[in-house]
Every structure is written in structure tokens, then in C-alpha cells.
């Protein structure tokens, strides 16, 4: 079992950056693929980026690509999984949540294993 805590995100002007951090107990961290899912009000919860359990390979929900730049990377020395966000927008309000995947990488919030509690983004016009 894993334990996720997600920190960094907060109220940014649009144009602005953020960069949450997921922080996961345990000592099989590096043998999970982690994501992270974003949830604005009235909405379902949605895929943002994921990385495998090596950080060799990341993936990207297309409403994100191109939109603003964003990178996931990870650092299994210190069991903690990092979204980038750049020129953020206020569509880009939500609350963020950090996602381990035993199963291999999924964009299907039902097939995560373990979840964050989440952090709200907020961004301002």
C-alpha cells in the first residue's frame, strides 16, 4: 500500500506557474506508474500526465499538450512525483490529485490504485 500527499498548488495569476509535488510513503514507491488527474467544479475527475515506474516515459492528455507546457517527472530516491504547469490559464482551475498504478499507466481515474487527498489549483484572470 501507498500513501499520497500531494503540496504546491495554491492561487497564480494566468500566465503563471505552479509546480505540485506528490510526496507517496512506503518502499515500493518505484514500482508504481504515477499519474496525476485534475477535477473542476462540476466536472468528472480528468487525466493530466502520467510517468512509468522507471521516469522513462511520460504521457500527456491532449487538452494539455500545446496548451500550456507541462512536465511530470519523478524521483524515486525521494519518492516524489512533480507536475510542472506553465502559462496557466483560468480553465486550468481544479483540484489536482496525484494517482499510483500498480496495473501500468491508465487515463481512467477507475483504474487508479491509490489517490491523493489533492490540491487545489486556483488561477486568476
Known amino acids: 500500500q501507498v500513501q499520497l500527499v500531494e503540496s504546491g ?5 494566468a500566465g503563471g506557474s505552479l509546480r505540485l509535488s506528490c510526496a507517496a510513503s512506503g518502499r515500493t514507491f518505484s514500482s508504481y506508474d504515477m499519474g496525476w488527474f485534475r477535477q473542476a467544479p462540476g466536472k468528472g475527475r480528468e487525466f493530466v500526465a502520467a ?3 522507471s521516469g522513462g516515459r511520460t504521457y500527456y ?33 481544479a483540484v489536482y490529485y496525484c ?3 500498480l496495473g501500468g499507466v ?15 489549483v486556483t488561477v486568476s484572470s
Open 9 to 13: 498548488g495554491g492561487l497564480v495569476q
Open 51 to 53: 510517468i512509468t515506474w
Open 61 to 93: 492528455a491532449d487538452s494539455v499538450k500545446g496548451r500550456f507546457v507541462i512536465s511530470i517527472s519523478r524521483d524515486n530516491a525521494k519518492n516524489t512525483v512533480y507536475l510542472q504547469m506553465n502559462s496557466l490559464k483560468p480553465e486550468d482551475t
Open 99 to 101: 494517482a499510483a498504478e
Open 106 to 120: 491508465t487515463v481512467v481515474p477507475a483504474r487508479v490504485d491509490y489517490w491523493g487527498q489533492g490540491t487545489q
